[in-house]
């Protein structure tokens, strides 16, 4: 298969780009405006794996380059990552997402239509669930969506794009997978060493473990819990922390069961289900890296749910998908080294 992915330069698509190179003899074709994402991460794919990745650098918003993209080349299937994904900028600017994440979506499902590519694998978030309640056993995907921010919102209205556009178009099949918080880098070993090829790069990032593992390395002169107070053994919050490998099998895992399922249109969550405080894995990196870095408590960010786990039974049950690294220590050690790399 020729499979395009959008937004392969970024961190989750990179990642995807090399477990498809690596377990699959499929060639790739990234897409991607390098906005967020970087060229040489897409350099570094090449290298490792000469002849199966193709790279365009074009912008999903010229509709008009990407309808003539679709006409040049022939592609089997679209994994799609492509799109802005900062929160507190998506208040600021809602429209930047509603553009680049809605709009850009239904354009690209449009050009797929038209040009015969019925398999498409879309990037869902846990921010669609918004601020659920304390859930036992965790979210499960028929929970109620009421997401809180118009990130959460532009990529709930993208499933609902796909989901109609596959009840009218009956060849058309999408599986759309909700990450929960995923982290850490490349598992692979040198001299029995974890050495990850490529990693998460993103600047300013905001995700926890990176910031941890750069307030670990001195990056960063010290690192904030935004509230202690919360409903939790500890009064931090509680996530669910996927290692971006894992979360990297479940897109193979939907590739292969929309080529043997015609007809499946539907969402997984995609996690561990269980959580970690935001304490929990401060403790970690301290520990992994050896490094009793500053921490200061700082007030509650406004729209952060106290615990957000996932329930993954459907994912696992309906298409095998198994996690292999659900291990904190490992998340935050592969994040750490692909820290210093950088
Ligand atoms: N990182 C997480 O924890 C997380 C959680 C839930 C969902 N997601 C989803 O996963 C996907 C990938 O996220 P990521 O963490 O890898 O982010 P990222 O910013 O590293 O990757 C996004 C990529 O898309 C590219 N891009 C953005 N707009 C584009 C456009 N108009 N045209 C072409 N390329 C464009 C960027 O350059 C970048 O390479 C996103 O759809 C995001 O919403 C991420």
């Given at each position: 298969m020729?499979i395009?992915i959008?937004g392969g330069?970024?961190y989750?698509?990179?990642h995807?780009a090399?477990?498809?190179?690596?377990y699959?003899?499929?060639?790739?074709?990234?897409l991607?405006n390098?906005?967020t994402?970087f060229e040489?991460?897409?350099?570094k794919l090449?290298?490792?794996?000469a002849?199966?990745?193709?790279f365009?650098?074009?912008d999903?918003?010229d509709?008009?380059?990407?309808?003539?993209?679709?006409?040049l080349?022939?592609?089997?299937?679209?994994?799609?990552?492509?799109?802005?994904?900062v929160?507190?900028?998506?208040?600021?600017?809602p429209?930047?997402?509603y553009?680049n994440?809605?709009a850009?979506?239904s354009n690209?499902v449009k050009i797929?239509?038209?040009?015969g590519v019925?398999?498409?694998?879309?990037?869902?978030t846990?921010?669609?669930?918004?601020?659920?309640?304390?859930?036992?056993d965790g979210?499960r995907?028929?929970y109620?969506?009421r997401?809180i921010n118009?990130?959460g919102?532009?990529?709930?209205?993208s499933?609902w794009?796909?989901e109609d556009?596959a009840k009218?178009?009956?060849?058309?099949?999408?599986?759309?997978?909700r990450?929960f918080?995923?982290?850490?880098?490349d598992?692979?070993?040198e001299?029995?060493?974890?050495?990850?090829?490529i990693?998460q790069?993103?600047?300013n990032?905001?995700?926890l473990i990176?910031?941890a593992?750069?307030t670990?390395l001195?990056?960063?002169?010290?690192?904030?819990i935004?509230?202690d107070?919360?409903p939790?053994?500890d009064?931090?919050?509680i996530?669910?922390?996927i290692h971006?490998d894992d979360?990297?099998n479940?897109h193979i895992?939907a590739?292969?069961?929309?080529?043997t399922?015609t007809?499946t249109?539907?969402?997984?969550?995609v996690?561990?289900?269980?959580?970690?405080?935001?304490?929990d894995?401060?403790e970690t990196?301290?520990r992994?890296?050896?490094v009793n870095?500053a921490?200061?408590?700082?007030d509650?960010?406004?729209?952060?749910?106290?615990?957000l786990v996932?329930n993954?039974d459907k994912?696992?049950?309906?298409?095998?998908?198994k996690a292999?690294?659900d291990d904190?220590?490992?998340?935050?050690?592969?994040a750490?080294?692909?820290?210093?790399?950088?």
């Amino acid at each position: 298969m020729n499979i395009l992915i959008t937004g392969g330069a970024g961190y989750i698509g990179s990642h995807v780009a090399k477990q498809i190179c690596t377990y699959t003899d499929h060639n790739i074709t990234i897409l991607d405006n390098c906005s967020t994402g970087f060229e040489s991460t897409v350099q570094k794919l090449q290298e490792l794996f000469a002849g199966r990745i193709t790279f365009i650098k074009a912008d999903l918003s010229d509709w008009e380059m990407i309808d003539e993209i679709f006409r040049l080349n022939r592609f089997d299937a679209v994994i799609h990552f492509a799109a802005s994904l900062v929160v507190p900028e998506s208040v600021e600017n809602p429209l930047k997402y509603y553009l680049n994440n809605t709009a850009n979506t239904s354009n690209l499902v449009k050009i797929c239509i038209k040009q015969g590519v019925n398999r498409f694998v879309f990037s869902s978030t846990a921010a669609v669930y918004g601020e659920p309640e304390l859930l036992e056993d965790g979210i499960r995907e028929e929970y109620e969506t009421r997401p809180i921010n118009p990130y959460g919102r532009s990529k709930l209205m993208s499933e609902w794009v796909l989901e109609d556009t596959a009840k009218a178009y009956k060849d058309f099949r999408y599986i759309a997978l909700r990450y929960f918080n995923v982290a850490g880098a490349d598992i692979f070993y040198e001299n029995s060493k974890l050495a990850p090829r490529i990693g998460q790069s993103t600047k300013n990032a905001t995700h926890l473990i990176k910031v941890a593992a750069e307030t670990a390395l001195g990056k960063r002169e010290k690192m904030y819990i935004f509230g202690d107070d919360y409903p939790t053994p500890d009064g931090t919050c509680i996530r669910d922390y996927i290692h971006v490998d894992d979360l990297s099998n479940a897109h193979i895992s939907a590739l292969n069961y929309l080529s043997t399922n015609t007809n499946t249109h539907t969402i997984f969550n995609v996690g561990y289900g269980r959580g970690f405080s935001v304490k929990d894995v401060i403790e970690t990196m301290k520990r992994v890296s050896g490094v009793n870095f500053a921490v200061e408590i700082a007030d509650r960010r406004p729209g952060d749910p106290a615990i957000l786990v996932s329930n993954s039974d459907k994912i696992k049950e309906t298409i095998g998908w198994k996690a292999q690294f659900d291990d904190l220590e490992l998340i935050c050690k592969s994040a750490l080294e692909w820290e210093k790399r950088l």
